[in-house]
């Protein structure tokens, strides 16, 4: 079967609106250039200050947009909060929920994460829904019941057609940020895995110090179905050069 890959970038809390609209276009002119063929897609999530301006470069261009939280409610006294209509009505239609960030050091809980998927799916947003373990969790071979515990809390109560639009993200915790990766081999079994715990197939993207050094063999995983890009989307260069070796997996028709 024909490879397809979608490579996410996560931009979390940096670069200013100025910074996030040239990101943006210095992306798209590389992206153009490149000639991605359509089994490759690409998502950018800036932070929320930037969406409107990032939005505007993304006009009739593929590059898809997306957002990196979400409240569940339509509206309300929630100080900081932005809700689904409002992430609609700026032109982007997927948005991150269960980060790892966000479980850490916002109290995420898997319940709060299932009640934000529900709602992006019931007004057509595609939610990426993020699981991973942390290193302890690993280390105490419970990795596998972890991702079951959030896979499964995180989708509780949606549909089989519904579930196939949701895309998730394997993140173990002790890859974000810090340069180590996941091996093949962890990423490919965990992927397996989140697979054989979900009732339908669905897109599990892979995140955690992914670079151009290494997104070559992680994308070519047979489980491996794109990337949720951190540090490495920030940089035109390596975001682009990720972006070019999904080119080369696809056209290869590898898997
Ligand atoms: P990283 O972040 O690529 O910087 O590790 C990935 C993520 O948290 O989505």
Not at 7 to 19: A, D, E, F, P
Not at 73 to 97: E, N, P
Not at 123 to 139: A, K, M, Q, S
């Amino acid at each position: 079967m024909q490879k397809k890959l979608f490579i996410m970038g996560n931009w979390k809390m940096n670069l200013t609106v100025s910074q996030s609209k040239k990101l943006s276009e210095e992306i798209i002119a590389e992206s153009q250039r490149m000639d991605l063929p359509p089994e490759v897609s690409v998502m950018i999530a800036p932070t929320y200050l930037a969406i409107s301006e990032v939005a505007k470069t993304l006009v009739s261009c593929p590059i898809h947009l997306g957002v990196q939280d979400m409240h569940y409610l339509d509206d309300g006294a929630f100080t900081s909060k932005i809700s689904g209509s409002m992430i609609l009505d700026t032109g982007a239609r997927f948005v991150i929920l269960g980060h790892s960030e966000l479980r850490q050091f916002f109290g995420e809980t898997d319940e709060i994460v299932n009640k934000k998927v529900a709602k992006a799916l019931s007004i057509g947003l595609t939610p990426v829904l993020c699981v991973g373990e942390t290193l302890d969790e690993r280390e105490q071979g419970k990795w596998e019941q972890v991702l079951q515990r959030q896979v499964e809390k995180g989708l509780k109560g949606i549909s089989g057609p519904e579930m196939r639009k949701v895309i998730i993200a394997y993140e173990p915790v002790w890859a974000i940020g810090t340069g180590k990766t996941a091996s093949t081999d962890e990423a490919d079994e965990a992927h397996a895995f989140i697979r054989s715990v979900t009732p339908e197939k669905i897109s599990i993207l892979y995140g955690g110090s992914m670079k151009s050094t290494n997104a070559l063999e992680l994308l070519s995983c047979k489980n491996i179905d794109g990337g949720l890009i951190g540090g490495a989307s920030l940089v035109t260069k390596e975001f682009c050069d990720i972006l070019a070796i999904a080119k080369s997996i696809c056209l290869s028709g590898n898997n």
